[in-house]
């Protein structure tokens, strides 16, 4: 009997990846993406690494299929974007080892800052999407979507979601598969995409897209469940279990790949039903081709295109049965703030101190916007800060800009910060960019980056040394190297910089609080006696610091890290460690 083992659908992704013979995967972390390549590295027999974005991980995966073997690229829907120039490119070209996209989508935006549908970008890119719906079909998929990689010619995106991504399931684990490496044979009308070439392998994507259209019915992913024909449904994904808890009696066409659609397969359905439903989350992929091809059906008419679907949600819109959800249970309200003895939150503050505004990246420190801090005026994608304040200064000169900073992460700027510094400085910009080194990549759950000096498989690498990058290879002059928590080198290095009328970079370097290395110092509390109840300590919004209704301030020692920003801020010396 083979093993069965309960799994995310993220580490069912990386088990079937494995299991279809992988050996080399490219990915840059970002939730709810992140845990594929960090269950994928834990087999020995495939090639794992953090890229520095994810339109290097593509490459890496198109590299390595032109070597041959089977590859893979994972990253969130808006990392997909970054990686769109590739993936738009190979979709000509096709493989010759398979090629696995995992494009992960986030309906509700969890962690994001848009509710991308990947699918769209699949059609646009004219590959191939699979869509599974639990952990069992994301392990199978995958292993799957490489057959259809191979056979078509093609690579294929393999869509799941967060709430696929993050739910477990019963997974029935296989042996590895050993695919012969592919002998490399030099075709340039195949791989070399200039125009000449180019003109020529679009009409042979067009035909591949239309021969998959009129294999679908025959792909075992799609499968039609009859039963009471009066409601028919054709969904795909997560949704396809709402359905099932919320219309057991439906007659269902649940769709496996849901590009190219199965037109003949989809005819057949919506004539064997009464009322037919497409349900989908975000967008009408589905249901503008079905509508297109000139069958009734409903759709975004009655179902959002916001946020995630839900059991009752089909209940209420398909047969007018509202649910009485329960009353959540009360608990207090968090808002998001930066954790205790966060070496950003020393860097806002200290920005508040001097009335600067700062332009936003990516990242935990994308929480200096909400407050008490509230410096961050703009968050728009990895890396654009840079690009942001760069834009500002262009348009209303140097004298606007001394007001600004842009901030951005280690990593981050490692992703796409570095190509906007170089902009800055060849086009002659006076801005004053902060790279907030924190050692790691916190906000997706602390993996390693170029400038670490580890790798995804733990091993101890060259790091690249910011300053070097910043000083000697791009050649800013004005580099500098501050403490996050000496708050007053850090003001002064600010306030002299912003005035420079020339690009300038400021490190701000202190590890992340909750990296595993960084051993947390003694914790501080309150000298009662000494203690004016000014309210200084309290103005940077550390959650370990909190005052009473007698206006007496208290240091939760069990959340205290010693970081002694607090500390630096009492003119009473009435904080004192414990």
């Not at 969890?110 to 719906?133: F, G, K, T, W």
Request: aromatic share 6%; net charge negative.
């Amino acid at each position: 009997m083979s093993e069965k083992k309960l799994m995310l659908g993220n580490e069912a992704i990386a088990r079937g990846a494995w299991e279809a013979g992988v050996k080399v995967s490219a990915a840059y972390p970002g939730t709810p993406s992140t845990e594929i390549s960090e269950n994928l590295v834990k087999y020995d027999e495939v090639y794992c690494e953090w890229s520095p974005n994810e339109k290097v991980a593509m490459e890496v995966a198109i590299g390595a299929s032109f070597a041959g073997v089977r590859s893979l690229a994972s990253m969130k829907h808006v990392g997909v974007n970054v990686a769109a120039d590739p993936l738009y490119t190979v979709s000509y070209i096709g493989v010759t080892g398979g090629i696995v996209l995992v494009a992960a989508d986030d309906p509700g935006m969890y962690s994001s800052q848009n509710e991308q549908d990947s699918r769209a970008v699949a059609r646009a890119a004219h590959i191939p999407v699979l869509e599974p719906s639990d952990s069992a079909e994301a392990k199978e998929f995958t292993k799957y979507a490489y057959e259809l990689s191979e056979k078509y010619d093609t690579p294929v995106m393999l869509r799941t979601t967060t709430r696929l991504a993050h739910s477990q399931g019963i997974v029935e684990l296989d042996e590895r598969f050993e695919p012969v490496d592919v002998e490399y044979s030099k075709d340039i009308a195949k791989r070399v995409m200039m125009p000449g070439n180019a003109i020529k392998r679009h009409p042979v994507v067009v035909a591949r897209e239309e021969k998959m259209s009129a294999d679908g019915a025959e792909f075992p992913i799609n499968r039609i469940e009859m039963n009471d024909t009066s409601i028919g449904v054709i969904t795909s994904g997560i949704p396809y279990q709402y359905v099932k808890e919320a219309l057991p009696q439906a007659s269902v066409l649940k769709l496996g790949c849901v590009n190219p659609l199965p037109k003949q397969m989809i005819l057949d359905f919506a004539k064997k039903v009464d009322k037919l439903y497409i349900v989908e989350e975000l967008d009408p992929i589905i249901e503008e081709q079905v509508r297109s091809w000139g069958v009734s059906c409903i759709g975004k008419e009655i179902f959002t295109v916001l946020g995630e679907y839900s059991a009752n949600m089909l209940r209420e819109k398909v047969l007018g049965v509202k649910t009485q959800a329960a009353a959540p249970a009360a608990a207090p309200v968090r808002p998001p703030i930066l954790c205790p003895g966060c070496p950003h939150r020393s860097t806002y503050f200290t920005l508040k101190k001097l009335g600067l505004h700062a332009a936003g990246d990516i990242g935990c420190y994308t929480l200096g916007a909400v407050a008490p801090l509230a410096v961050v005026d703009s968050t728009v994608c990895m890396g654009s800060s840079i690009s942001t304040l760069h834009g500002m200064e262009k348009a209303q000169g140097h004298d606007f800009v001394k007001n600004w900073v842009a901030v951005i992460g280690d990593s981050t700027f490692m992703h796409t910060g570095v190509n906007s510094l170089m902009n800055m400085f060849y086009n002659q910009a006076t801005g004053t960019v902060l790279i907030l080194d924190n050692s790691t990549t916190g906000m997706t759950g602390h993996q390693d980056h170029a400038a670490t000096g580890k790798t995804l498989k733990g091993e101890t690498v060259p790091a690249i040394d910011l300053y070097k990058l910043c000083h000697d290879g791009i050649g800013i002059e004005n580099t500098y190297i501050v403490d996050a928590f000496d708050t007053k080198a850090l003001e002064e290095a600010i306030r002299r910089e912003v005035n420079r009328e020339a690009v300038s970079v400021i490190i701000v370097q202190a590890p992340c609080a909750l990296l595993k290395s960084n051993k947390p110092k003694p914790p501080f509390h309150i000298n009662t006696d000494r203690c004016v109840r000014c309210g200084m300590c309290m103005k940077p919004g550390c959650p370990a610091i909190t005052k009473g209704e007698d206006g007496v301030v208290v240091i939760n020692e069990t959340m205290c890290n010693g970081c002694g920003l607090c500390e630096g801020l009492c003119a009473k010396k009435a904080i004192e460690r414990a």
